[in-house]
């Protein structure tokens, strides 16, 4: 059979392809990089020494911990930012106190509230007299072009790279990212995946935050249970080594050198200074109030920091994406590749692993490792903290790790606690969100049909998905389409649709409590992709104190309000010996799975007379287990419709996908 192509259709990826591949002209391009330069302001606004910077008892913290350190004996505080507003506090105030520098890294930078509240602070430090460096990932940079335009001709204190781009551009349309995946995939699959804040090289914070309403809980359909790690101590060191590797790696390209952005520089010379109206700014001033208070600062910042010993910092180098020069020095910051560090901390555990992950799918090298420790004589117990598909961002990545269930309970002894979209007992900050409770209705009032208004609050009428989150205690804000997530941000898109109608929330955090005296908190999913595509970063606290908190955490993300648990299925009524090999024979195949009866499901507990309420993960080897636990069915909350035919498609066919999901 032939195939035929259609002229107009060949004809228009051949004018993308071409202009993908365009290249402004040398002398363009040095002409809209000098442009830049020059417009840059000089312009300092405060004289006095210390830049004119809020008083801070963070960095004072800071300063205190540094002194009192030696080499033989270091002195660290550390504290974990499991409040997704407090996260932002931090940042905020930390930035507004910086005096010498900060320095921003990170994977992905909206334009919605949360990340335009940072740039403004940005900004104003670098007038202020801060040197301020950002490094943001081309894949997930700042939606528009003017914005990066304006950021590269704002003030010499402010510098702008992003790290590694495709087609000499910043930002590309979704017919442009097919074409780099057709000409570019080797290199546009390879992204920079850490996120950092350093402030005067004193304190950093470091975790699974990007800039975005949804890391902070102000998404108003949608956010992230997530966790960062505030720092203070000699390690703050090792991450400014790191950073100063990537700024000067030669996929790090100042934005004003890029096609698109030198194009625009070109055409419309620098842009004012980029800023959006905040869509809710009474949130904005709400936690503004709080950036100079020494009492909420110290009760939430520096009391509860924790002294703590044994503290490391990991980090891939720019070098593991193989453009940077073998002969290249190393930087000073005691660092291996992210992925070998994290292994051998799982290697050497003796009866205790607190994993938690956003997307469960391990490379091969991971499956060996878990394999061997389940062979030992006292195998480890590992409990696993991830998505179920009814939280998850990234619906492919679910659909590869529903094929591997079997193999995760039964071969490698994991005990899954899914996280549930409406969580009971989480960390999250609803009221963050900006939804507002109704009006109370008379109790007799008919409920109006669907294609009718209910009532309005403010700007329009209240839908009955607005009305179902209004019975939930929120509101469904509406959402531009410039502050929606960038299409190429996350593994696999937008989440599924619900049985039920609410904000929800994806887990997100990437941490680790290895026999209750190691913890690790970064930014590798322990995933394929994070150890052979992405750079990563993660601290490592040998410290008994610090391991119990965090572990407290994860465990509290595994409790039964807010987590389901995957167990084994009730055999088959007949022929069960038959049905089980024959569901592994289809699972170990390397392109088809089509077995339909999967050997574990989803469990709820169910609290009752011989099942009092209770906060511990339940273990589905425990001989009572069903007994407080009913099945739920393989997708509890999910109103499936056709995604069920996705599901079983990737688990079909989608195995080859995982080293890049």
């Given at each position: 059979m032939r195939l035929h192509v259609p002229g107009r259709w060949l004809a228009g990826l051949l004018v993308l392809w071409l202009a993908g591949c365009a290249s402004l002209p040398p002398h363009e391009r040095r002409a809209a990089a000098a442009q830049a330069v020059a417009a840059r302001s000089t312009q300092v606004d405060c004289t006095r020494a210390d830049a004119c910077a809020l008083p801070s008892p963070i960095l004072q913290m800071a300063r205190e911990t540094l002194a009192a350190s030696t080499p033989a004996a270091p002195r660290h505080r550390a504290l974990i930012l499991d409040h997704a507003p407090d996260a932002l506090l931090a940042r905020i105030h930390l930035i507004r106190s910086a005096r010498r520098s900060i320095?921003?890294?990170t994977y992905i930078f909206d334009e919605d509230d949360a990340a335009q509240l940072v740039l403004d602070e940005l900004q104003a430090a670098a007038f202020r007299g801060v040197k301020v460096r950002i490094l943001v990932d081309q894949l997930a940079a700042l939606r528009k072009v003017e914005t990066l335009a304006a950021l590269s001709s704002l003030h010499a204190n402010l510098e702008l790279r992003l790290y590694n781009p495709v087609l000499d551009r910043a930002r590309f349309s979704l017919p442009m990212y097919a074409v780099a995946?057709?000409?570019?995939?080797?290199?546009?699959?390879?992204r920079m995946h850490n996120k950092l804040l350093v402030v005067d090289g004193l304190v950093g914070i470091v975790g699974g935050r990007n800039y975005q309403d949804d890391y902070y809980d102000w998404g108003s359909d949608f956010n992230f249970?997530?966790?960062d790690l505030l720092l203070a101590g000699p390690v703050v060191r090792d991450m400014v080594a790191n950073f100063e590797a990537f700024w000067n790696a030669r996929r790090s390209v100042p934005a004003e050198q890029l096609g698109d952005v030198a194009r625009y520089l070109r055409a419309n010379g620098p842009p004012p200074p980029p800023h959006h109206a905040f869509h809710n700014p009474a949130r904005v001033r709400a936690l503004l109030a709080e950036v100079a208070d020494d009492a909420v600062l110290r009760a939430r910042f520096v009391e509860p920091a924790l002294p703590v010993t044994g503290v490391q910092f990991i980090a891939d180098l720019p070098r593991k994406h193989r453009l940077e020069p073998a002969s290249a020095p190393d930087v000073a910051a005691p660092v291996g590749v992210t992925g070998d560090g994290l292994r051998e901390l799982i290697a050497g555990a003796d009866h205790e692993i607190l994993l938690q992950t956003?997307?469960?799918v391990l490379s091969g090298s991971a499956q060996d490792l878990f394999r061997g420790l389940r062979e030992r004589p006292a195998p480890p117990r590992v409990l696993v903290s991830t998505n179920s598909l009814a939280s998850t961002d990234a619906f492919l990545a679910y659909a590869i790790s529903y094929k591997y269930k079997r193999r995760y309970l039964r071969d490698f002894g994991f005990?899954?606690?899914?996280?549930?979209?409406f969580p009971a007992d989480a960390p999250l900050e609803l009221g963050a969100t900006g939804a507002a409770l109704p009006e109370p209705e008379p109790e007799d009032t008919p409920v109006a049909p669907a294609s009718a208004p209910i009532r309005t609050l403010g700007s329009g009428p209240l839908s009955l998905r607005e009305r179902r989150l209004a019975e939930r205690g929120l509101?469904?804000?509406?959402?531009?389409e410039a502050a929606r997530p960038s299409p190429f941000a996350s593994s696999g898109g937008l989440p599924v649709r619900l049985k039920r109608a609410g904000l929800r929330t994806g887990m997100h955090a990437k941490s680790m409590v290895v026999d209750g005296r190691i913890g690790v908190v970064g930014t590798h999913n322990f995933d394929p992709r994070g150890d052979t595509l992405n750079t990563e970063s993660a601290v490592v606290i040998r410290d008994p104190a610090f391991a119990a908190a965090l572990a407290a955490s994860i465990r509290r993300d595994m409790a039964p309000a807010n987590a389901w648990t995957i167990g084994r299925r009730d055999d088959a009524p007949i022929f069960s010996g038959i049905e089980y090999n024959l569901a592994k024979l289809s699972e170990r195949m390397p392109v088809f799975d089509l077995w339909p009866y999967k050997y574990a499901t989803s469990y709820d507990y169910a609290p009752g007379p011989d099942c009092p309420p209770t906060a511990t993960p339940p273990?589905?080897?425990a001989s009572d287990f069903r007994a407080c636990n009913r099945p739920v069915g393989d997708f509890p909350e999910v109103d499936l419709g056709l995604k069920w035919l996705g599901v079983r498609i990737f688990t079909a066919f989608g195995s080859g996908l995982s080293p890049i999901l």
């Open positions: 320095e921003l890294q995946s057709v000409c570019c995939w080797k290199q546009l699959n390879r249970r997530d966790r956003p997307y469960l005990e899954i606690h899914e996280f549930k979209p509101r469904r804000t509406p959402v531009s273990s589905p080897f």
